[in-house]
Nanobody, 127 residues
Framework: QVQLVESGGGSVQAGGSLRLSCAAS????????MGWFRQAPGKEREGVAA????????YYADSVKGRFTISQDYAKNTVYLQMNSLKPEDTAMYYC????????????????????WGQGTQVTVSS
């Protein structure tokens, strides 16, 4: 079955960096969107970054452009999110997702596009 396993979250001071990983299995990795999303308490889930696995096109939310970088290791079916210059407002649970398996197309950063989700990894940024 489809599995998305996130790792790499933690606590860091403002200005610091973290790298999240998402190991995907149980489906054909090629030709999918893989996305990173976040959800803070009391807020809606929002798209942070996405990558189209075939070709590597990337997409970013305005709030993270220039600070976050999404990448992949195609051979390992793994997607990464390098987060630099972290801010307290980046504090959230971060989720990995794939559009494999359906969903309603709402763009690469639209949560409804994605059919499978990981369990999430917490990122906490202190000021």
């Amino acid at each position: 079955q489809v599995q998305l396993v996130e790792s790499g979250g933690g606590s860091v001071q403002a200005g610091g960096s973290l790298r999240l990983s998402c190991a995907a299995s149980g489906f054909t990795y090629s030709s999918n969107y893989m996305g990173w999303f976040r959800q803070a308490p009391g807020k809606e889930r929002e798209g942070v970054a996405a990558i189209y696995t075939r070709g590597g096109s990337t997409y970013y939310a305005d709030s993270v452009k220039g600070r976050f970088t999404i990448s992949q290791d195609y051979a390992k079916n793994t997607v990464y999110l390098q987060m630099n210059s972290l801010k307290p407002e980046d504090t959230a649970m971060y989720y990995c997702a794939t559009n494999r398996g359906g969903g309603t197309w709402s763009g690469p950063l639209g949560p409804r596009t994605y059919g499978y989700w990981g369990q999430g990894t917490q990122v906490t940024v202190s000021s």
